[in-house]
């Protein structure tokens, strides 16, 4: 367990540590950070959690080495670059770099600080990141996406006509967009608030996308948590690691963050999500998304996220640990040391889960063994592994409830 520090009481801690390995650099320090931190330091791996807030749960943790605060990259992208060659000058060796939400991938990807090795394919994320790009490429290779319109080149009014209302909209690169809009997904209504959110993301000069409202099958969300490879010399591409995650429950229930997710089978989201991997040449770690949509009757793609999320733990209690195959990577380490047993297919996020039980809006998919289960700090035994809370490492769980019960809050629900 470490304290989170200011810049400079960060650097003298890592002034007076020696690293035997390259450390990773975690970005940000909440849920998604933690479970990277997890799965890393499983394999002997240490690790400097990075933010711009104190509050996340990671730095409590006892997966974690060191944490402090660097410039965040929205505010300046420029310092943080130099935030960042200052941390591995004082770690006295190169490190490898995580980027747990959009802005800190685009940020090592954009910035490419001396001394660090990426985890992900820095030349092909931004693009793959940038939904204008996504979705032209989804049409290309014929995977189904929601009925979208760029509005840096289709007329906003002709996008309303043509969609109806309500609609929704959607800024191309998602952190950026949300820093304005407050949100990465607006909701609109009808044309009074089209127009208004439209105007607030010109004047911003943040690229967005008008999008048809898909009639959700809840419950039904399937996504391909994966890490690919990059090419070898011989252009050959070693397998991916990859299972595919049923988001059983969100919260809030309709378009919440995944609270219950279990490794399901299907050949088509696999095929189709590595298709969009592959024409974008990018190799790393990935989440792709795909909802039911009951009109279609079919899946489509919603994004895909060439990153850690909040219930990475999942692959990795399923014998896929993405992470440490980022890491060996980057390293030149074994890939081989990321496969292991499956020691879990569901994972819960139990902060929301007993938020939407309370509520009456979430089901209670849990058996009754897998309670027990739970209560009693080994939630292995019944095929479960949990976001955030863990017995064998007690701090991130009371991070979470000092947070909960207190004026502070955590500007990233993941």
Same mark, same amino acid.
């Not at 943080?80 to 090592?108: K, P, Q, S, T």
């Not at 809030?252 to 997710?261: I, L, N, Q």
């Given at each position: 367990?470490?304290?989170f520090?200011?810049?400079?009481?960060?650097?003298?801690t890592?002034?007076?540590?020696?690293f035997?390995?390259?450390?990773?650099?975690?970005?940000n320090?909440?849920?998604t950070?933690?479970?990277?931190?997890?799965?890393?330091?499983?394999?002997?791996v240490?690790?400097?959690a990075?933010?711009?807030?104190?509050?996340?749960?990671a730095?409590?943790?006892?997966?974690?080495?060191?944490?402090?605060?660097?410039?965040y990259p929205?505010?300046?992208?420029?310092?943080?670059?130099?935030?960042?060659?200052?941390l591995?000058?004082?770690?006295?060796?190169?490190?490898?770099?995580?980027g747990?939400?959009?802005?800190?991938?685009?940020?090592?990807?954009?910035?490419?600080?001396?001394?660090?090795?990426?985890?992900?394919?820095?030349?092909?994320?931004?693009?793959? !990141? @940038?939904?204008?790009?996504?979705?032209?490429? $989804?049409?290309? +290779? #014929?995977? %189904?996406?929601?009925?979208?319109? /760029? !509005? @840096?080149g289709?007329?906003?009014?002709?996008? $309303?006509?043509? +969609? #109806?209302? %309500?609609?929704?909209v959607?800024? /191309?690169?998602?952190?950026?967009?949300?820093?304005?809009?407050?949100?990465?997904?607006v909701?609109?209504?009808?044309?009074?608030?089209?127009?208004?959110?439209?105007?607030a993301?010109?004047d911003?000069?943040?690229?967005?996308?008008?999008?048809?409202?898909?009639?959700?099958a809840?419950?039904?969300?399937r996504?391909?948590?994966?890490?690919?490879?990059?090419?070898?010399?011989?252009?050959?591409?070693?397998?991916?690691?990859?299972v595919?995650?049923?988001?059983?429950?969100?919260?809030p229930?309709?378009f919440?963050?995944?609270?219950?997710?279990?490794?399901?089978?299907?050949?088509?989201?696999?095929?189709?999500?590595?298709?969009?991997?592959?024409?974008?040449?990018?190799?790393?770690?990935?989440?792709?998304?795909?909802?039911?949509?009951?009109?279609?009757?079919?899946?489509?793609?919603?994004?895909?996220?060439?990153?850690?999320?909040?219930?990475?733990?999942?692959?990795?209690?399923?014998?896929?640990?993405?992470?440490?195959?980022?890491y060996e990577?980057?390293?030149?380490?074994?890939?081989?040391?990321?496969?292991?047993?499956?020691?879990?297919?569901?994972?819960?996020?139990?902060?929301?889960?007993?938020?939407?039980?309370?509520?009456?809006e979430?089901?209670?998919?849990?058996?009754?063994?897998?309670?027990?289960?739970?209560?009693?700090?080994?939630p292995?035994?019944?095929?479960?592994?949990?976001?955030?809370?863990?017995?064998?490492?007690?701090?991130?769980?009371?991070?979470?409830?000092?947070?909960?019960?207190?004026?502070?809050?955590?500007?990233?629900?993941?």
């Amino acid at each position: 367990m470490s304290e989170f520090s200011s810049f400079d009481a960060l650097c003298s801690t890592l002034d007076g540590h020696e690293f035997d390995r390259p450390p990773a650099l975690v970005a940000n320090a909440h849920i998604t950070g933690l479970g990277v931190a997890r799965a890393l330091a499983a394999h002997d791996v240490p690790v400097v959690a990075l933010d711009r807030s104190g509050d996340g749960v990671a730095p409590a943790s006892t997966a974690v080495t060191a944490a402090g605060r660097v410039t965040y990259p929205l505010d300046d992208r420029e310092a943080f670059r130099e935030d960042v060659e200052e941390l591995v000058d004082r770690i006295g060796r190169e490190a490898v770099a995580f980027g747990c939400m959009d802005e800190w991938v685009n940020a090592f990807a954009e910035t490419r600080p001396d001394g660090v090795h990426l985890s992900f394919d820095a030349d092909a994320a931004p693009t793959v !990141l @940038d939904k204008q790009e996504l979705y032209a490429s $989804a049409e290309r +290779l #014929g995977v %189904p996406f929601p009925e979208t319109y /760029a !509005l @840096d080149g289709v007329d906003p009014d002709e996008a $309303a006509d043509a +969609l #109806g209302f %309500p609609l929704v909209v959607k800024p /191309a690169r998602k952190r950026e967009g949300e820093e304005v809009l407050g949100t990465n997904v607006v909701d609109v209504p009808d044309r009074e608030a089209f127009d208004e959110t439209v105007a607030a993301a010109r004047d911003a000069d943040i690229r967005v996308l008008a999008q048809e409202k898909v009639d959700v099958a809840v419950g039904e969300d399937r996504s391909l948590a994966s890490y690919v490879p990059p090419r070898a010399a011989t252009g050959e591409r070693a397998d991916p690691l990859a299972v595919v995650g049923n988001a059983r429950v969100r919260h809030p229930r309709a378009f919440g963050t995944s609270c219950v997710v279990d490794v399901v089978e299907d050949a088509t989201i696999r095929e189709q999500a590595l298709s969009m991997l592959t024409d974008a040449e990018y190799h790393g770690i990935s989440e792709s998304e795909f909802v039911y949509d009951t009109e279609r009757g079919e899946h489509v793609l919603l994004d895909v996220n060439t990153r850690p999320w909040k219930w990475i733990g999942l692959p990795v209690a399923a014998g896929r640990n993405l992470p440490l195959a980022a890491y060996e990577t980057a390293v030149g380490g074994e890939i081989d040391r990321a496969r292991g047993p499956e020691r879990a297919s569901r994972w819960v996020y139990l902060r929301d889960f007993f938020a939407g039980l309370a509520g009456g809006e979430t089901p209670n998919l849990l058996t009754g063994d897998q309670w027990r289960a739970i209560a009693g700090g080994r939630p292995a035994d019944a095929g479960v592994t949990t976001g955030v809370f863990d017995s064998t490492d007690p701090g991130p769980t009371g991070r979470l409830l000092e947070t909960e019960f207190s004026a502070r809050e955590y500007y990233c629900s993941c």
